[in-house]
């Protein structure tokens, strides 16, 4: 027997587009632009780290994080958004930071709000977690259309009272994947002061936040911070896989307010999965260290300034503010990006995988995502097949 609520789960993303895309022969060199794996190189200095604590493979790690990369992170937090954190009670590591955003609701979300089933708003489109962390604690996932319209971020502000009374928790993604919109200063004082008017808590997910052109985005805890909010009322999510080009090393953390990190501390003693020491140690110097950071950044502004000639005078196109992503418009999503594999070879994600129809309306429908993560040589020549082939 399994749990009912799981029984009627769309198919992940990725399994729905190699069913899509792979009963056919790609029309050239294949070139995946699908998932958000950076191919930056990583600083070198992080495999000699690893080599010279690989003895600490032999123990077992610090569950939350070792005493040396909580203060790194803590003091990282402070440099980036001006906010200080204890951390010992404010901070946990992360085994990547899908583990968090998964483990927030299990940790954080009642039964009941206000004597009925809670509700977790989403933006639509999402990361897929999201959804599935609503529907393990039995919570109601409340997709919200985050649209050109909307400025690519859901309005939660514009919902009803009596859907906001029973709101547990609010996932947020700034800057956004997939659409690289980036949450304004006065976007996080009103979501916040909503949260505190009807008692919610916001789950930030701010892990493409070093990857920005123009001004660094603004954090939530830092808004909170100014506001005197709850410190209880943010939870932050942050990753070294898009920040410092280091997916595999699974490491990211977790901020908050102390009670919140006690109760998801609770949880990891239980059912996580810490980090190897080796790879705290590495982190903990990649945390303290911008100059690599800087550089990458400035690749991908270079892959930006690519995009806007490719598609600047295509309708519709938008110029990301921060991410890697390019978020494309086109007639349909999925016809677009059989199309252009049948005739190029080049695999973009379509639009409406990432999202779910709500009131007969997929808002990814006419959307493909590329990412923008390869050299600048190999994004010219797929982005320069992409706009012959879609739009002609």
Request: proline share 8%.
């Amino acid at each position: 027997m399994f749990p009912e609520r799981f029984s009627n789960l769309p198919a992940y993303a990725f399994p729905r587009l190699r069913a899509l895309l792979d009963v056919h022969e790609p029309g050239g060199a294949a070139m995946h632009m699908t998932i958000g794996e950076p191919k930056h190189a990583f600083p070198a200095w992080v495999a000699d780290i690893i080599a010279e604590n690989a003895e600490g493979f032999g123990k077992y790690p610090p569950n939350d994080g070792t005493p040396e990369l909580l203060e790194a992170i803590r003091d990282w937090v402070q440099r980036r958004y001006g906010v200080g954190l204890d951390a010992g009670s404010q901070i946990m590591a992360l085994n990547g930071t899908r583990e968090g955003l998964y483990n927030a609701c299990m940790a954080l979300v009642p039964e009941q709000k206000g004597g009925d089933r809670p509700v977790i708003l989403l933006p639509n489109p999402f990361y897929q977690v999201y959804m599935i962390g609503a529907i393990s604690v039995g919570a109601e996932p409340l997709m919200v259309p985050a649209t050109k319209e909307s400025g690519h971020l859901p309005d939660y502000t514009a919902l009803p009272a009596e859907v906001l009374n029973r709101v547990a928790a609010a996932y947020i993604c700034s800057p956004a994947n997939p659409q690289g919109a980036v949450a304004s200063r006065q976007y996080w004082t009103d979501l916040i002061r909503l949260a505190e008017q009807y008692d919610f808590r916001i789950f930030a997910d701010e892990c493409y936040s070093e990857i920005y052109r123009g001004e660094a985005p603004t954090g939530a805890l830092e808004v909170a911070q100014e506001l005197g909010a709850d410190p209880e009322r943010v939870v932050v999510f942050h990753s070294l896989s898009k920040r410092s080009n280091l997916p595999g090393l699974r490491s990211g953390f977790v901020a908050g307010g102390p009670e919140s990190l006690k109760r998801i501390k609770q949880l990891r003693a239980y059912s996580g999965a810490p980090l190897p020491l080796p790879l705290q140690r590495a982190a903990e110097r990649v945390w303290a260290d911008e100059g690599h950071v800087v550089e990458n950044r400035h690749l991908y502004q270079q892959k930006f300034t690519i995009a806007d000639r490719i598609f600047g005078d295509i309708p519709g196109y938008e110029s990301p503010e921060a991410g890697f992503f390019l978020w494309l418009p086109v007639k349909d999503g999925e016809a677009s990006a059989l199309k252009l594999w049948q005739e190029t070879g080049v695999r973009v994600l379509p639009g409406a995988y990432l999202a779910r129809e709500v009131d007969g309306f997929n808002p990814g429908k006419e959307y493909i995502r590329v990412a923008l993560v390869h050299s600048n040589e190999d994004v010219e020549r797929a982005l320069t097949a992409l706009r012959s082939c879609i739009y002609g």
